[in-house]
């Protein structure tokens, strides 16, 4: 570096006054005031700004958190995955580095600000841009509907951002047409329960809907209300039964009718509803992977409103991202025949062995 940093920093500090040192910090360091490190901050987050044209959106405090709120972020989004490293690669990356000198540098590399958890002095910054706007307020939405959801799920419709999505779905529904869907769609079922059965795996018949006593609570259906899952390849519909290396037969499956579909994965930004419904789809309200234990299993809640909205407001379907493979997107036709072969003809049927579910971030 050559000629005198732009920046200097003299005034008065709060550190020294506290006697603290910067968190994680060891050896020497300069005394530096609270408005010095905000605006050390806001210097670097105009450089991210500049150089990726997104933000800080989490750090190694609040990442799991981050991540409970985003699944689908997490798992599917490329950006997300391959923009996070180490606060001092960021710094000497960046232009902030020629506008102070080497010993304010050594001090303020160490009180790098998450905008997300508040933290002073991360080491580590993951940086992604959420589509829609106003992330903080929705993150407390998805908390709160969470919580409603659990405890008194009719109840739901009293919370402001549930209303906002069924008013958002209802205007959708005015402007989606009915379309007939490109390709085959694919749905799955595992050898050993069609042989327990007493099934057959070429026929059609196979792979319809369960009878009402047997089916439970589902992602979009509730207790006792089948609803037909499929999905976008062999692959995705073998994974999606969550078995893997296990064999499995996968009907390729044409729906003769053209369907009106909601849909949750290519969500277009100039549609109305685009903000709320981006949202929705990529939070843990609706993409959460399905587990035994913790929180995420309580936004099947959501889903399963999200599905009621969608079949009020006159779709047959909800096109949504697959949780086992990142490639992967399933249909869920939310009012199904009773008997299959009175709308889907059956292409061909292969025996594949499950596929592992790809890696989660
Ligand atoms: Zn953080």
Sequence with gaps: MTGEPIRKMTTSCGY???????????????????????????????????????????CEHCYSDFREHWPDVAFRGEE????????????????????????????????????????????????FEHRFSDAPTIERAIEQLLVVGTRTPFLMLEHPFALEVLRNIRQRAELAPAVRLKGAVFRARSLQSVTELSQKPESILTYGVPPASKVGEGRFNHAGHAMLYLASSQETAAAELGIPGEPCAVAA??????????????????????EILDAVAKSALLAAPLKVEGWVKRQYVFSRFI???????????????????????????????????????????????CPAASLRW
């Excluded at 670097?44 to 800080?56: A, G, H, N, R, Y």
């Excluded at 960046?94 to 998450?114: D, F, G, M, P, W």
């Excluded at 499956?253 to 685009?274: H, M, Q, S, Y």
Aim: charged share 25%; hydrophobic share 40%.
């Design 16 to 58: 020294d006054e506290r006697s603290a040192p910067p968190p994680s910090f060891c050896g020497p360091y300069l005394p530096v005031s609270d408005d010095e490190i905000e605006t050390f901050n806001d210097i670097l987050s105009d450089e991210i700004d500049s150089d990726f044209t997104s933000s800080i959106c989490c």
């Design 80 to 127: 997300f995955q391959s923009q996070n490293m180490d606060a001092d690669y960021l710094i000497e990356n960046s232009r902030v580095i020629q506008l102070y000198s080497a010993a304010e540098i050594s001090t303020l590399k160490h009180l790098v600000k998450c905008p997300r958890c508040l933290t002073l002095g991360v080491r580590k910054v993951w940086i």
């Design 253 to 274: 499956l044409n729906l003769r009718d053209p369907v009106r579909v909601l849909d949750l994965v290519e969500i277009d930004d100039l549609e109305p509803g685009f």
């Design 307 to 353: 599905a009621d909205c969608a079949r009020a407001a006159g779709f047959d379907a909800i096109r949504y991202g697959s949780t086992k493979l990142v490639n992967g997107f399933n249909y869920v036709l939310l009012s199904p025949a009773d008997d299959i072969s009175a709308s889907m003809s059956l292409i061909s049927v292969e025996t594949v062995t």
